[in-house]
């Protein structure tokens, strides 16, 4: 965390902001539009996940990853279940929910799970390789098996950047089996994300621009203090047609304009807090450098540390060290390790 957020933090609970909608307070939307912009130019993410861009797309700061990847379900789910109602009328609305489906690694975060039990659609979780990567060999197979069974594939949450060992799913061979079958492509990159900001890491952004959503948590790498996850959309409509509940009390005359979402209807909860504000004082004041170097620093300690672990006898390494991240274990009984991490 960084002395600007926790600023950002004070200002935002002292104005006592609940903008769930434009109206309520139109700098808290107008704001999380603005940082939410630069926020996606800063990861060079794909231009049609700006507000600015032409297109449909667009970002949205959830309270967690967990709350971005359940959104991305939920979504996902309700497109699933219009597009199966238009195209096989002979099935009930409850027969079309029981067969859905959806798809994860093993070595994904257990949020994705949770999301599956919340949204009341199973998570199968697929073996990924030896280095621990999920790739479109292992999705194609289990989709082509569960069509064969009548369940329907409804969307495939890929990682980049896995909370075991920081481990980056091939996005470019998920996306060729998620076109190829309709099915959404969420990649959780709540950790990780914080590589697409480095030029010499241009690699792991790898097929982006073929995802459907992606979540990225800045209280993870960026200085900006919990709650603050980022989650843009490649078509928001997907999100505000599903979730999209209206009262007469929550209309105001502005509703529908572009460049002023309602961001209501791109959430779980109702009201909303300012945290768009910790976003934009942490920027103002660090800048994009100052948050690339930070990162830098921590890759940069990491090797250190893992220089350490391979010049000690006693540590060996269990995977290639990833961003700030080393897996080491003691050599040996697995016992070893386990009171190392105790007293740790
Ligand atoms: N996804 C990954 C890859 C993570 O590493 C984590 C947390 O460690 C999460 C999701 C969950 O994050 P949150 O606590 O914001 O829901």
């Known amino acids: 965390v960084s002395y600007p ?43 049609h ?21 359940l959104v991305a379900v939920l979504a996902a789910r309700e497109q699933a279940v219009r597009s199966q109602q238009s195209k096989r009328p002979e099935l009930s609305e409850s027969e079309i929910r029981g067969k859905l489906i959806a798809y994860s690694s093993d070595q994904s975060n257990s949020c994705i799970e949770k999301a599956g039990v919340l949204a009341a659609m199973p998570v199968k979780l697929l073996p990924a390789g030896e280095d621990l990567v999920l790739r479109g060999d292992a999705l194609e197979q289990a989709i082509e098996r569960d069509i064969a069974a009548g369940l329907i594939p409804v969307i495939c949450i890929a990682t980049l950047g896995t909370t075991g060992t920081c481990a980056y799913d091939d996005i470019e061979s998920l996306a060729t089996v998620c076109e190829r079958h309709g099915v959404w492509l969420h ?37 900006v203090n919990f709650d ?20 007469i009390y929550l209309k105001h005359k502005h ?42 620093k921590h890759i940069q300690l990491a090797a250190q ?36 991490l105790q007293r740790l």
């Open 5 to 47: 957020s926790i600023v950002g933090e004070m200002l935002a609970s002292g104005f006592s902001i609940i903008g769930f909608s434009w109206i309520c307070s139109p700098a808290c939307t107008e704001l999380e539009v603005v940082v939410m912009d630069w926020l996606a130019k800063f990861l060079n993410l794909p231009q």
């Open 49 to 69: 996940f700006l507000h600015e861009s032409e297109g449909t797309g667009g970002g949205v700061i959830q309270g967690s990853a967990s709350e971005a990847v």
């Open 228 to 247: 603050c996850a980022a989650m843009w959309l490649r078509d928001a409509n997907k999100v505000i047609d599903s979730f999209n509940v209206d009262r």
């Open 187 to 223: 990649v959780d990159a709540a950790y990780g994300g914080a590589a697409f900001a480095l030029e010499e890491c241009a690699e792991l952004r790898r097929g982006l621009d073929r995802v459907d959503s992606i979540n990225f948590n800045l209280h993870k790498f960026m200085l």
């Open 305 to 340: 540390f893992e220089q350490l672990v391979k010049s000690d006898e006693r540590f060996e390494m269990v995977a290639p060290r990833a961003l700030g991240l080393v897996c080491f274990r003691a050599k040996g009984d697995n016992e070893i390790t386990s009171q190392l």
């Open 255 to 296: 509703e529908g304009q572009t460049q002023i979402p309602d961001f209501r209807h791109w959430q779980i909860p109702l009201g909303r807090r300012f945290r768009a504000l910790k976003v934009w004082i942490t920027f103002r004041t660090l800048g994009a450098e100052g948050l690339r170097a930070h990162i830098r």
